[in-house]
């Protein structure tokens, strides 16, 4: 065999692995990025959560609020609650089919902040079915930062039905005409297990498998590098028996 004809095949398998290469690679290190990112998200949700309540924020610092500098701060609230504007949003729970259980709190200062009050199984989604909390009122929760957008998947709100299935907060108290309205809402902290909405069902654990999902990824390099070793060999074998 001549020699030559090897090239053509040694160029392709050569581009193909630098390609192989370069993209595990580069996911890998974005694993390890992503690494970094979830490792500093929970430190700082759990600092943030452990931390004592304080006066949830005013209008003065709505423009400044973020996700990565408020969410998931404790904080506290008073107010009144204005029951008739309650909105319900779906979402699934160990519950079955629920809602979200979110109402104004009208604050002693006239601002409104939505309260997620907590869930309601689909038999208490009608407000007339649970007591309502009339008179002054203290929240304790964490703030939280407005759905804007959703899921691939999820269902379009319908501001126009007042159906809404994420908590998008500048959509709800636009449509229900609240106002000076702060842009975030807090989940109130469980109170009374034995009452609804069952509050307390923030969710403050995030899965954290981006090691394995890094390793993963540099272990594939390393095996296309494996691989274009041995077929160099190979051909320089081939070569050396022609």
Do not use: C
């Not at 979200?100 to 907590?118: A, E, K, Q, S």
């Not at 649970?130 to 899921?151: F, H, M, V, Y």
Request: no cysteine; proline share 7%.
């Amino acid at each position: 065999m001549n020699a030559s004809l090897r090239w053509p095949r040694l160029i392709i398998v050569t581009i193909l692995g630098i390609a192989l290469l370069a993209g595990f690679l580069s996911l890998g290190t974005w694993q390890v990025h992503r690494l970094q990112w979830k490792t500093d998200l929970i430190e700082r949700v759990d600092a943030r959560v452990g931390a004592p309540a304080v006066p949830a924020p005013g209008p003065a610092a709505w423009p400044g609020i973020t996700r990565e500098g408020d969410e998931y701060r404790h904080v506290t609230l008073s107010g009144r609650f204005l029951n008739a504007q309650e909105v319900q949003i779906y979402t699934p729970s160990d519950l079955g089919p629920s809602y979200w259980v979110l109402t104004p709190l009208l604050r002693d200062d006239g601002t409104i902040v939505m309260v997620n009050r907590g869930l309601v199984p689909e038999a208490l989604k009608d407000p007339t079915s649970r007591p309502a909390l009339e008179g002054p009122q203290q929240i304790t929760g964490l703030l939280r930062i407005s759905e804007d957008e959703g899921w691939l998947f999820s269902r379009d709100n319908s501001p126009e039905t007042r159906t809404w299935y994420r908590r998008d907060i500048g959509s709800i108290t636009k449509t229900l005409g609240l106002s000076p309205a702060a842009p975030y809402f807090v989940d109130e902290e469980l109170t009374d297990p034995q009452a609804w909405p069952l509050g307390g069902q923030t969710v403050i654990t995030f899965r954290n498998a981006h090691l394995s999902y890094a390793l993963t990824w540099y272990g594939l390099a390393l095996l296309t590098l494996a691989g274009y070793g041995l077929f160099l060999w190979t051909e320089l074998k081939g070569r050396r028996e022609d």
